[in-house]
């Protein structure tokens, strides 16, 4: 019992760079998505300006992913990043496959989603801009 104790307290004065780090992979993972839904990279096809929704998926994506990844206004950045997931799995993964993700191709929509809206209540951590205009 004192050892689980002793790990807890140990571990716990590192949570908000572990958030921090956290909050910046998934947002550098965002932005590589609104990469390959603008320009192609990397990987993928460019929607064409205007295409619904990877067009403005991708706009998304690009506008949160930075947002989330520097930690400014990260709340309501992730808040909009994970909706902005529920919709692309309920109507892009959900017809083509059914509710599973295991199914459907959508896990990477539904971790994204549940990531995003963790960090819409946890807030930025540390090693974000939210920290120094508060």
């Known amino acids: ?3 689980s ?21 998934f947002g550098v993972l965002f932005l590589c998505h609104a990469g390959a839904h603008l320009i192609g990279w990397p990987g993928g096809q460019a929607a064409a300006i205007g295409q619904w929704p990877y067009f403005y998926a991708g706009v998304i994506e690009l506008v949160t992913g930075l947002l989330i990844t520097i930690g ?8 909009i990043a994970s909706g ?6 309920f109507l892009q993964h959900v017809p083509s496959g059914g509710i599973i993700p295991m199914n459907n191709g959508g896990e990477a929509a539904v ?18 801009l939210d920290n120094r205009r508060r």
């Open 111 to 128: 971790l994204y989603c549940f990531a995003f809206l963790f960090l819409a209540f946890a807030g930025a951590g540390a090693l974000a």
């Open 5 to 25: 104790t002793s790990l807890d307290n140990r571990l716990s004065t590192y949570t908000p760079t572990a958030l921090g780090v956290f909050r910046i992979v």
């Open 84 to 89: 902005t997931m529920a919709v692309a799995f």
């Open 72 to 79: 400014l206004f990260t709340r309501i950045a992730a808040f």
């Open 1 to 3: 019992m004192a050892t």
